[in-house]
């Protein structure tokens, strides 16, 4: 532990898809492995107060915390990689930042001054970065910075750091500046120029890269990497490779092989030990070595963008390396399953998974794949719409209600199965308003997911406006799909079942946030174990 929590900027140069989160989370899971607590936090750049109202092709997955806080993915990252809850702070926008200042200048809090970006707008930064150090958590805090270095809108930001490293002193913070090495296959040669020209950027901002990590698919050669000591002003073994890898699991021990690690606890003045990382590396050993395989569906309408669906892909990984399989994720499209070719599509696979989304588009192709699995007896997940959609099909095909939908999709259904949530009738604003956050749920004796999660209460993530309508849970339970868990607090359906099938659940909440790399989620692991079954059974 330290007496006074230290604190590590990482920064982009070249590009924003470099791995910012990645390296960070390697990092922090390197420190944490030696008995240092740390957490990392994201400052965002763009002027959305969160990612809760963007699109999924524009920002990927919104992943939301504990505390209701709907943040950028990266904070799963982190969440995955060091097993410890995030929350509100952990994620910062510019939006945020400045609806901050402007609601201090209305309360008249700045004395009559004009308000500026310098010091009101940087001083509030500085607060935010603080506020998880301060808590008295955590001994270092690793702070990314998202976007660009040179980018208009990350200079506040930059700024800020530039203030803090002063404020703090020697010893104190440290700036790791993530940048690209190309490799110009004409010429056959790595190139270090864009590198040298971000960090002088960076230099003109008036702060110094302490560390460089370069990324590159090719091994960086001990003079390339005296040419950027030399060019950037850092010491040679501060000039960590970051090369490609098979897997993101794999940068820890490639961070850990390259002295990463070292490199930033020297320069914090902070005691360095071996890391423990001999769970983690079992993790990596059961992943990479699995014993069998199973194909599962992902059916959604963002399936273009691999990072919309995030969580669930690095969950599947997880409950994979927990059961020794490699799990095998074909994702589908639903805007275009219909009932012609959803024998082809889905006719081979071991499970199937309707993801969550919001609107209209692509429901008719999710309802037509619950019914194809219930009736073939196809291990099934739903989740959040995914298990809206499977009462939906239910209600259609089992209790013949004509029409039967939910009332985001068809406000005129004579059976709206699907419900807006009481507490959203009223609300305008889109941001924000949402059912969000951890709520309990207690689980009936002997249900599936009883035995999934070996005890009757729980607690898991929302992100949703529509519900389980009350109304219809009588009809539905008497023809055979049972409301298994409920909230407690509102009486809100938050897990169904088909005890009669195979392996059927939907549920409401999102189990695939609390999925870490320590703690599988059990619903997930349960699903691979059955997908797998089912697939011996074929």
């Excluded at 079942?497 to 409401?508: K, L």
Aim: negative net charge; contains cysteine.
């Amino acid at each position: 532990m330290t007496t006074n929590p230290k604190y590590i900027f990482v920064t982009g140069g070249v590009s924003s898809s470099l791995g910012k989160g990645i390296i960070a989370a390697s990092l922090a899971k390197l420190l944490q492995a030696q008995g240092y607590r740390t957490t990392i936090q994201k400052l965002d750049p763009y002027i959305n107060i969160d990612p809760g109202t963007l699109n999924p092709y524009e920002h990927g997955e919104c992943y939301v915390t504990d505390d209701g806080a709907e943040t950028d993915l990266d904070l799963g990252h982190y969440e995955r990689f060091l097993n410890v809850p995030t929350s509100q702070a952990n994620n910062v926008t510019t939006g945020r930042i400045y609806q901050s200042v402007i609601d201090k200048e209305r309360r008249g809090e700045f004395l009559g001054k004009t308000v500026q970006v310098i010091p009101h707008i940087t001083d509030e930064i500085k607060h935010r970065i603080q506020i998880l150090g301060n808590s008295g958590d955590y001994d270092i805090v690793i702070t990314e910075i998202g976007g660009t270095v040179g980018d208009i809108e990350s200079l506040p930001y930059i700024e800020a750091v530039r203030q803090l490293q002063w404020d703090l002193g020697e010893h104190n913070a440290l700036v790791i500046h993530l940048t690209l090495i190309p490799y110009l296959s004409a010429a056959g040669e790595l190139k270090t120029k864009p590198t040298q020209h971000s960090v002088k950027t960076l230099m003109e901002s008036g702060v110094h890269a302490d560390i460089l990590v370069c990324r590159t698919e090719h091994e960086l050669q001990e003079g390339l990497k005296e040419k950027l000591a030399r060019f950037c002003n850092v010491k040679k073994e501060a000039v960590i490779q970051s090369i490609d890898a098979s897997t993101i699991y794999d940068v820890p021990n490639l961070m850990l092989d390259e002295g990463l690690d070292k490199v930033v606890l020297q320069k914090l003045d902070l005691k360095s030990d071996v890391p423990n990382l001999d769970r983690w590396n079992e993790f990596l050993k059961r992943h990479k070595n699995p014993k069998s395989e199973v194909t599962i569906g992902l059916i959604g309408k963002y399936v273009e963008l691999q990072d919309s669906y995030k969580s669930i892909l690095e969950a599947f990984i997880h409950a994979g390396a927990e059961n020794e399989v490699k799990v095998n994720v074909e994702p589908i499209h639903s805007e275009f399953l219909n009932e012609d070719n959803i024998d082809f599509k889905l006719g081979h696979l071991d499970g199937v998974l309707v993801a969550p989304g919001f609107g209209e588009r692509g429901i008719e192709g999710k309802i037509d794949a619950v019914r194809f699995v219930r009736e073939n007896n196809i291990p099934f997940l739903g989740i959040c719409l995914g298990m809206q959609m499977a009462v939906i099909e239910y209600a259609r095909n089992v209790l013949n209600l004509n029409n039967a939908n939910s009332l985001e999709m068809d406000e005129h259904t004579p059976h709206p199965v699907i419900n807006l949530m009481e507490s959203q009738k009223d609300v305008v604003n889109k941001g924000g308003t949402m059912r969000l956050g951890a709520w309990d749920c207690d689980i009936a004796e002997g249900s599936i997911a009883h035995k999934v999660y070996g005890t009757t209460n729980i607690k898991e993530r929302h992100r949703h406006r529509f519900e389980f309508n009350d109304n219809y849970k009588e009809q539905i339970e008497a023809a055979g799909m049972k409301a298994t868990g409920l909230n407690p607090e509102t009486g809100l359906v938050e897990i169904v079942e088909i005890p009669e099938h195979n392996w059927f659940v939907g549920v409401q909440y999102h189990p695939e946030y609390k999925s870490t790399v320590a703690n599988p989620h059990p619903l997930f692991v349960a699903f691979v174990k059955a997908a797998l079954k089912y697939k011996k059974k074929k």
